[in-house]
C-alpha cells in the first residue's frame, strides 16, 4: 500500500464514524424531547455530515462513496451504528464518541498530517459536542431516580463498543493507543460527577476489537444503510 | 410621540397594587388605539386591551405550532435524501423549523402564556396549527414542493407580519422570514435539479407540484367574505392583507417560476388577466380545506400521534433536567453559569 492508499482508509474510517452518526442522529428530528433538543441534535448532525463529506472526498466520491458501498465495505466503529434507543442511549454513544473523537482531532490537528486542517475547525465543534453530552450525561445521572437508571443502563449497554477505538488504524497519523489513558480518565470523571459507575464489563464484543473497522457490523446497521441508500440506488447515474 | 408616551405609562392594569378605575381603563384604551393608529409597536409591558392579547396569542401559538409539526413531513426524508448535500440542507431546514418554533414559543411567552400550556392546547386539538402539513410527503420531490410552495405562502403571509404591531411577534417574524426565503430558494432550486434530470425525476417534480398547489392556495384561509378574525385583526393592525389579496399575490408570484421550473400548475382557468393585472385562477375547492380542518385530512391523526408521543416519551428526560436543576440551585455562581450555557446549547 502506498501513503496515499494509508490516508484512504483513514479517511474513509474516520469520515465513516461521522456520516454513520450523523445519520442516526438525524433519525432523532420531529422526535426529541424537548425542543431544544431537536435544534441541538441537529447541529450535531449537521457538524458530522460537514467533517463526512470532507472525509470521504479525500478519498473519492463523497455520494459514491455513502450510497454505493455494501455493509461490508463501510468501515466505521460499531459503537456509532448502534440504534437510537432511548435518550439516555443517546447521550451515552455520544459522550463515549465526543470524548474519543475530541481527543484524536486535538491531536491531528498539531499533527501536521493530512488531517490537521480539517481537525483543526472540527475540534471546536466535537468540543461543543462533548460538552453537550456531558452536561445531558449530569442531568441524567443526577436527576430523578428513573432517569439515574436509565443512564446506568445505557452506558453499560455501550461499553462493550468502546474497545475498538483504541486498535491502530493505518494512515491516521498518530497512536490511537495512547488515546486510551485519556479517554478512560475523562469518560470516568463524567461519570463519578454525574453519580455513576464507570462499568466494568469487558470493552469488546464477541468480534474482536477493531470489527468495524474492517467491515464487520452489527445487524441494525444493514437497514439503516437500505434506508439512507434506496432512494439514490432507484436512479442509477442520475444528478440531485 | 406623545402617543407613545401615554400608552407607554399605562401598564398592566392591576399595575402598583390596584385595580384600574374606569375613566383610567378608557385613558388606557384611547392610548392604545392612538399608538396603534399612528403604526407605533405595543410592547409586552404595555397596556393592551384583553381581546387583542387573546387573539395574539390564539396566532402566535397557531403560527408556533405549525412550526413544529410542519417538522414532520420534511423529517420524513432526512434518513432517505439522495446526496448529502441535499441531507445537509434539509437537515439545516428542519433545524430551523424548530427554532422558529422557538423564537414564537417566547414571543408568546411575553404576552402571559408559556409553552407548556400552549402545548398542551395543540395535544388536546384546542389549537390548531396550518392545515398544510396534514398532507403527506410521499417522494423526495415533495421536500422541493414544500420549500417553494409552502414557504413561500409562508413568506407572503408573513412579510407583512414584520410590520405587525405587537413589538416581539414583528421582531421574530423578520428573523423567520429570512430564513424562510432560503428555504423557498432550496426547494426551488431541488424542484429545478429534478425537472431538468431524467424522466423520472421529472414526473416526479410534477406530481409533487400537482399535490401540492391547491392545498397550498388554502394557506391563506378562507375568501375575505367567510374570514371570522380579519376584521378587527386588520384594525388592530396585526394582519395588514386580506386572505384574498395575499392569494392573488402569490399565485402571481408562483406562474412565472413554474415556467422557470418547466412544470405545469395543475389549473386549467389559471391565465392572464390584462384588465386586473393579475392572473385569474379556478375555485379552489373548499370542501376539502374544511375537511382537513375538522380533522378528516390524510395525516392528522399521524402528524398528532407523533407529536404527543415524543412529548410523552421525552417526560423523564424533562422531569431529570428540572429535578437535576433543583438540586443544583444553591451552587456556586461560576457553577450556575456554566449549567445555563450548557442547558441554553441544550
Ligand atoms: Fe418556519
Ligand atoms: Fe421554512
Known amino acids: 500500500m502506498t501513503t496515499t492508499a494509508h490516508t484512504d482508509t483513514a479517511a474513509l474510517a474516520l469520515g465513516d464514524d461521522a456520516l454513520v452518526l450523523s445519520h442516526r442522529l438525524g433519525e432523532w428530528m420531529g422526535h426529541a424531547p424537548v425542543l431544544e433538543e431537536e435544534v441541538a441534535l441537529a447541529n450535531i448532525a449537521l457538524d458530522l455530515l460537514g467533517q463526512a463529506r470532507i472525509l470521504l472526498s479525500m478519498a473519492g466520491d463523497e455520494d459514491d462513496l455513502a450510497y454505493l458501498r455494501e455493509e461490508r465495505a463501510f468501515r466505521n466503529l460499531q459503537l456509532v451504528e448502534q440504534p437510537n434507543g432511548d435518550f439516555a442511549h443517546t ?79 493505518e494512515g491516521v497519523g498518530t497512536d490511537l493507543t495512547g488515546l486510551e489513558t485519556p479517554w478512560l480518565e475523562s469518560v470516568g470523571a463524567v461519570l463519578g460527577r454525574a453519580g455513576l459507575e464507570t462499568p466494568e464489563g469487558p470493552r469488546t464484543g464477541a468480534w474482536r476489537a477493531g470489527a468495524g473497522r474492517q467491515g464487520l457490523h452489527t445487524e441494525p446497521f444493514g437497514r439503516m444503510l437500505a434506508e439512507m441508500q434506496h432512494l439514490h440506488r432507484s436512479h442509477p447515474g442520475a444528478s440531485w | 410621540m406623545a402617543t407613545a408616551a401615554a400608552h407607554r405609562t399605562a ?135 414544500i420549500g417553494w410552495l409552502v414557504d413561500g405562502a409562508a413568506i407572503t403571509n408573513q412579510v407583512p407580519l414584520c410590520r405587525c404591531s405587537y413589538g416581539p411577534y414583528a421582531r421574530a417574524m423578520v428573523r ?57 385583526s386588520m384594525a388592530w393592525k396585526i394582519k395588514r392583507h386580506s386572505n384574498d389579496e395575499l392569494r392573488q399575490r402569490f399565485v402571481d408570484i408562483c406562474v412565472p417560476q413554474a415556467q422557470s421550473l418547466g412544470l405545469t400548475l395543475p389549473d386549467p382557468d389559471l391565465k392572464w388577466n390584462e384588465e386586473r393585472g393579475h392572473h385569474d385562477f379556478g ?21 398528532i400521534t407523533q407529536r404527543t408521543r415524543a412529548h410523552e416519551a421525552g417526560a423523564w428526560v424533562r422531569e431529570a433536567a428540572a429535578a437535576h436543576a433543583a438540586k443544583h440551585s444553591g451552587d456556586s455562581h461560576e457553577n450556575r453559569e456554566s449549567r445555563e450555557t450548557g442547558a441554553k446549547q441544550a
Not at chain 1, 446506568?152 to 474497545?163: I, V
Not at chain 2, 375555485?283 to 402528524?303: A, H, S, Y
Open chain 2, 283 to 303: 375555485p379552489i375547492d373548499w370542501t376539502e380545506f374544511k375537511e382537513v380542518l375538522k380533522g378528516n385530512g390524510p395525516c392528522n391523526e399521524q402528524r
Open chain 1, 91 to 169: 447521550i451515552a454513544r455520544q459522550l463515549y464518541f465526543s470524548t474519543y473523537q475530541h481527543l484524536l482531532y486535538d491531536r491531528l490537528a498539531t499533527g501536521g498530517g493530512p488531517f490537521a486542517g480539517l481537525a483543526a475547525k472540527a475540534v471546536k465543534e466535537v468540543a461543543y459536542h462533548r460538552d453537550h453530552a456531558e452536561q445531558w450525561t449530569l442531568r441524567l445521572g443526577d436527576g430523578t431516580d428513573l432517569s439515574h437508571e436509565r443512564m446506568r443502563r445505557a452506558c453499560e449497554a455501550l461499553w462493550r463498543f468502546t474497545g475498538e477505538m483504541f486498535q491502530p488504524l
Open chain 2, 11 to 145: 401598564r398592566t392594569p392591576g399595575y402598583g397594587g390596584r385595580e384600574a378605575t374606569a375613566g383610567e381603563q378608557d385613558a388606557y384604551q384611547r392610548a392604545f388605539d392612538a399608538a396603534v393608529a399612528a403604526d407605533e409597536r405595543i410592547e409586552p409591558r404595555d397596556w393592551m386591551p384583553e381581546a387583542y392579547r387573546a387573539t395574539l396569542v390564539r396566532q402566535i401559538a397557531q403560527h408556533a405550532h405549525s412550526e413544529i409539526i410542519g417538522m414532520q413531513p420534511e423529517a420524513n426524508w432526512i434518513t432517505r435524501a439522495p446526496s448529502l448535500r441535499r441531507k445537509a440542507i434539509l437537515m439545516a431546514k428542519v433545524q430551523d423549523e424548530a427554532g422558529h418554533g422557538l423564537y414564537l414559543y417566547s414571543a408568546a411567552e411575553t404576552l402571559g402564556t408559556g409553552r407548556e400550556e400552549l402545548l398542551d392546547k395543540l395535544h388536546t386539538g384546542r389549537q390548531k396549527y396550518s392545515s398544510i402539513f396534514n398532507y403527506p410527503t410521499l417522494t423526495w420531490a415533495d421536500v422541493g414542493a
Open chain 2, 176 to 232: 423567520v422570514c429570512k430564513e424562510e426565503s432560503f428555504h423557498q430558494r432550496q426547494g426551488y432550486e431541488l424542484l429545478l435539479a429534478l425537472s431538468r434530470g431524467t424522466p423520472e425525476q421529472h414526473a416526479m417534480a410534477q406530481d409533487a407540484v400537482d399535490r401540492w398547489w391547491w392545498p397550498s392556495l388554502m394557506m391563506f384561509g378562507p375568501p375575505d367574505d367567510e374570514s371570522a378574525h380579519s376584521a378587527q
